[in-house]
């Protein structure tokens, strides 16, 4: 399924400025830099409407993206990633809550979509994520970024690895081939339209 339109709504430090909205939205987590925001830019094959960057920590902020696709509106949030290291302990902390506030009390939220690098072994603040996610009950999926960089066989192989250890739909993405976009924005309107 193809994007129609998307636009940039609003950037928010916290889940109290977030507008309400009763589009169903997913929340994009995971690793600084794995490429979150170039997800968004490559679904909507729009290069510059999330800020991306070579340098972990571009996104500090809840940035929401409003997307048309063939058949529904959905709301992307993208999120700062986890294990920037070159943040204060203060500011990872602060953000910490209002990561977990955001995930806990947004009302629209459907589904989280945690996003893992083809090319590394799943990271401990992955699976503390993952674990935080299951204890309170919030549905996730999970989407192997930089497909690019692996083979055919080998991103078949990790899925079955990541689908194993979180027990979560996962999904091939790259941003260098747009073949992966048909069939995870498919997904996504199948999670909204089943929810
Ligand atoms: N080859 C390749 N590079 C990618 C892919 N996705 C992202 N990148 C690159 O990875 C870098 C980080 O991407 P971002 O989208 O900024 O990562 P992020 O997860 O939003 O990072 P934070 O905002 O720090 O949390 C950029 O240089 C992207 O061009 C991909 O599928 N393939
Ligand atoms: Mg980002």
């Not at 510059?48 to 048309?68: D, M, V, W, Y």
């Not at 992955?126 to 991103?155: A, F, G, H, V």
């Amino acid at each position: 399924m193809k994007i129609k339109d998307a636009k940039f709504l609003i950037s928010s430090p916290n889940l109290k400025l977030c507008p309400s909205t009763n589009l169903a939205e997913f929340a994009l987590l995971g690793r600084s830099n794995v490429g979150k925001s170039t997800f968004i830019n490559t679904l909507t094959n729009r290069q510059k409407l999330a800020k991306t960057s070579n340098t972990p920590g571009k996104t500090r902020l809840i940035n929401l993206f409003e997307i048309q696709s063939e058949k529904i509106p959905f709301i992307l949030a993208d999120l700062p990633g986890y294990g920037y290291a070159k943040v204060s302990k203060k500011e990872q902390e602060s953000w910490q809550r209002n990561l977990e506030e955001y995930l806990l009390k947004r009302e629209n939220l459907i589904c989280s979509i945690q996003f893992i690098d083809a090319r590394h072994d799943i990271q401990k603040n992955d699976i503390l994520m993952q674990e935080w996610l299951k204890y309170n009950k919030l549905p996730c999926i999970n989407i192997l970024t930089k497909c690019d960089y692996i083979s055919r066989n080998e991103i078949a192989k990790k899925i079955a690895i990541v689908e194993k250890q979180f027990n979560n739909k996962t999904l091939a993405f790259s941003s260098k081939n747009r073949i992966y976009c048909d069939e995870v924005v498919s997904y996504l309107v199948n999670l909204i339209q089943n929810n």
